[in-house]
T-cell receptor, first 117, second 117 residues
């Protein structure tokens, strides 16, 4: 079974530029997550989708970050304009269904390492 | 609110030494899950173990073992006879089991383990 795919793996941009990250979850997984991981910290949830609807985006900086999952499969996370503090690893994860009333695990992709100069 | 504390920022050991990584958590949920993930330099988060709050049995998997103590809200991870390939950042994470939390993961800040030859 193929894992969570992300691209690009690395991206270097200048501040005020725009950038987009792509994620393809494990086939059949309805729930998709985007995390931001700043160096030296644990991942922080930015947004959670259930199919193509947003479940939780309480920690997404909506003035510059946006995300979509139009057909309930692939997802794109965009930053416009980027700031220096956006330099981080961006991780995508997906989760399948339920087992006796409890959710299955999240599986993580390899991440996109963003450097803003 | 959920919180995970990994007090050890960095640990350095010599190969074949045993090493324990500490994790303390806080949650108001009566049922919850605890996880350990490994993050090698490549960046991908690798799932190691999941424990639920009503099962306090310790678990051993090869050189890895986990000690869950509900009374002290701790979920510690021990690597026996460490190897250079164990060098990575290790994250402890918590998932509440109430629908209100959207089953999202809360991560600690991670412990960087360096195993020297």
């Amino acid at each position: 079974e193929a894992g969570v795919a992300q691209s690009p793996r690395y991206k270097i941009i200048e501040k005020r530029q725009s950038v987009a990250f792509w994620c393809n979850p494990i086939s059949g997984h309805a729930t998709l997550y985007w995390y931001q991981q700043i160096l030296g910290q644990g991942p922080k949830l930015l947004i959670q989708f259930q199919n193509n609807g947003v479940v939780d985006d309480s920690q997404l900086p909506k003035d510059r970050f946006s995300a979509e999952r139009l057909k309930g499969v692939d997802s794109t996370l965009k930053i416009q304009p980027a700031k220096l503090e956006d330099s981080a690893m961006y991780l995508c994860a997906s989760r399948g269904g339920w087992d006796r009333g409890r959710p299955y695990e999240q599986y993580f992709g390899p991440g996109t390492r963003l450097t803003v100069t | 609110a959920q919180k995970v504390t990994q007090a050890q920022t960095e640990i350095s050991v010599v190969e074949k030494e045993d090493v324990t990584l500490d994790c303390v958590y806080e949650t108001r949920d009566t049922t919850y899950y605890l996880f350990w993930y490994k993050q090698p330099p490549s960046g991908e988060l690798v799932f190691l173990i999941r424990r639920n709050s009503f099962d306090e049995q310790n678990e051993i998997s090869g050189r890895y073992s986990w000690n869950f103590q509900k009374s002290t809200s701790s979920f510690n991870f021990t690597i026996t006879a460490s190897q250079v390939v164990d060098s990575a950042v290790y994250f402890c994470a918590l998932r509440g089991d109430s629908g209100g939390s959207n089953y999202k993961l809360t991560f600690g800040k991670g412990t960087l383990l360096t195993v020297n030859p």
